[in-house]
């Protein structure tokens, strides 16, 4: 069991907009804003798409944005593309000894 | 712009010890203020986080696999490095280096790892 609570499957149609819930506690998403998002195809290695909850790097899409509410933090994908479909990870600092902890994942399918 | 690369046995037998390496290029791994980590991901499963090494030396581990993980720097080769002990099946998993400031935005490709008598 993760110890970031993610739902395990989302979708959306090309064009509309989907967000992606990560839920933790008061140790790890609401005690930090160093929260990141993943965005994993299969068979590659994880990407960075946003960082200390709402910071995109460079080179990534601005349809991708994060915000976060108490221990929940979001993942916002607007204008949905076929190329979004993927499985996306939610990542937060702890305050616990573990240090670092992501979500289950999310699978992504644009229908 | 860091790229890093991992490399180390794909086979393992149960009870024997994982050692694998993350060459990194593009940049001094003893420079600047970056945690280099070791990630794994089983087939079909999340992402778990084994632990990190800080580009002065530092290590954190996570806790559940702590007795049985270092992961050391070796600064002339540009690289770090993950020893996992007394492996078994569970630890069969596809392993990722990654560097870290605020999060991990630098990842190598994987190898993965399978453990099988």
């Known amino acids: 069991q993760s110890a970031l609570t993610q739902p395990a499957s989302v979708s959306g149609s090309p064009g509309q907009s989907i967000i992606i819930s990560c839920t933790g506690t008061?140790?790890?998403?609401?005690?930090?804003?160093?929260v990141s998002w993943y965005q994993q195809h299969p068979g590659k290695a994880p990407k960075l798409i946003i960082y200390?909850?709402?910071n995109r790097p460079s080179g990534v899409s601005n349809r991708f944005s994060g915000s976060k509410s108490g221990n929940t933090a979001s993942l916002t994908i607007s204008g949905l593309q076929a190329e979004d479909e993927a499985d996306y990870y939610c990542?937060?600092?702890?305050?616990?000894?573990?240090?670092?902890?992501f979500g289950g994942g999310t699978k992504l399918t644009v229908l | 712009q860091e790229q890093l690369q991992e490399s180390g046995p794909g086979l393992m037998k149960p009870s024997q010890t994982l050692s694998l390496t993350c060459n990194v290029s593009?940049?001094?791994?003893?420079?600047?203020?970056?945690?280099w980590n070791w990630i794994r991901q089983p087939a079909g499963k999340g992402l778990e986080w084994i632990g990190r090494?800080?580009?002065?030396?530092?290590?954190n581990y996570n806790p559940s696999l702590k007795s049985r993980v270092t992961i050391s720097l070796d600064t002339s080769e540009n690289q770090f490095s993950l020893n996992l002990s007394s492996v078994t099946a569970a630890d069969t998993a596809v392993y990722y280096c990654?560097?870290?400031?605020?999060?991990?935005?630098?990842w190598g490709q994987g190898i993965l790892v399978t453990v099988s008598s």
């Open positions: 090494i800080y580009s002065r030396g530092s290590t």
């Open positions: 990542s937060s600092y702890t305050s616990t000894i573990t240090l670092v902890v």
């Open positions: 593009g940049g001094s791994i003893s420079g600047g203020s970056y945690y």
């Open positions: 200390e909850v709402n």
């Open positions: 008061s140790s790890d998403v609401g005690g930090h804003n160093f």
């Open positions: 990654a560097r870290e400031y605020t999060s991990f935005d630098y």
